[in-house]
């Protein structure tokens, strides 16, 4: 007990999010893919563990041997931005991925509810709490869920949360963190959470730096008020 798995750890987000949980001296599992190893940058850190190992291939037993051994799980995986990564398999990466850790997570039956982080996105609306969407929104929304597999993925990723495990279940508390336009920046700066996104998220979209929601993840795993305040919550983080 006591570690944090890492699923898509070697992507722009995930690598950062590891940065500043070993930072914390919090202990990480993370599962890359093989050639896509942070084997250089930490493989000398005694809280850094690496498993080598397409999420996709990982069975949900196995997933549970790793989870057995963490409080938090934390998903920043996200499709590649090439032809392949957004319309070849696996079309439901993040969503199968999801899934698959509840499942594991279940299957342990330990008596105490598993924290799981998932990176998500302001085109995914939170309709547990009737957020308002412009039309022009609602309308570019649509065509992309029939357009691009990414955001449907995205979409059920995170309705598996708020909808099949809920608000009060037995074995997992969860946050789906939904930053807005993402860019990269060297530092940890100014950033303000919201319920819902207050611009929309199509034509007048804010800037969410990376580095930003790396900390806000890292902050609830280390912060309990702050995990208090957004379990079973959606919230959109803004860079201030
Ligand atoms: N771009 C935006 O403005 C924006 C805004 C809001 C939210 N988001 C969401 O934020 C999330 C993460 O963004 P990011 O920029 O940090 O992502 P990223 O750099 O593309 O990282 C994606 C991660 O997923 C892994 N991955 C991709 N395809 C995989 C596959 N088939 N099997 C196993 N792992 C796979 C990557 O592994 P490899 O390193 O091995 O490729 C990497 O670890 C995405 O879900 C995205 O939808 C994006």
């Not at 498993?51 to 949900?60: L, P």
């Not at 955001?151 to 995170?158: K, T």
């Amino acid at each position: 007990m006591g570690k944090v798995l890492v699923i898509g750890a070697s992507g722009a987000t995930g690598k950062l999010v590891v940065a500043q949980l070993l930072a914390k001296n919090v202990q990480v599992i993370a599962i890359v893919r093989p050639l896509s190893s942070l084997q250089s940058l930490y493989g000398d850190h005694e809280h850094y563990l690496e498993i080598k190992a397409e999420i996709s291939q990982v069975s949900s037993a196995q997933l549970a041997k790793y989870i057995s051994q963490c409080h938090t799980v934390i998903s920043c995986l996200g499709h590649n931005l090439s032809f392949k990564g957004i319309y070849g398999a696996p079309h439901k990466l993040v969503a199968d991925a999801i899934k698959k850790v509840t499942v594991a997570i279940c299957s342990l039956d330990r008596g105490i509810k598993t924290k799981v982080i998932l990176m998500n996105t302001t085109g995914v609306s939170n309709l547990d709490i009737q957020e308002y969407i412009p039309l022009s929104q609602r309308i570019v929304v649509a065509v992309l869920r029939l357009l691009l597999p990414p955001q449907s993925d995205n979409e059920l990723a995170a309705d598996h949360l708020r909808v099949n495990i809920g608000k009060d279940h037995p074995c997992i508390q969860w946050v789906s963190v939904r930053p807005d336009s993402l860019i990269d920046e060297q530092e940890v700066s100014t950033y303000y959470l919201e319920h819902s996104p207050t611009s929309n998220v199509v034509f007048d979209a804010g800037r969410t730096s990376r580095i930003n929601v790396a900390n806000f993840m890292m902050r609830l795993v280390t912060e309990d008020a702050l995990w208090r305040q957004w379990q079973g919550k959606m919230p959109v983080i803004y860079n201030g």
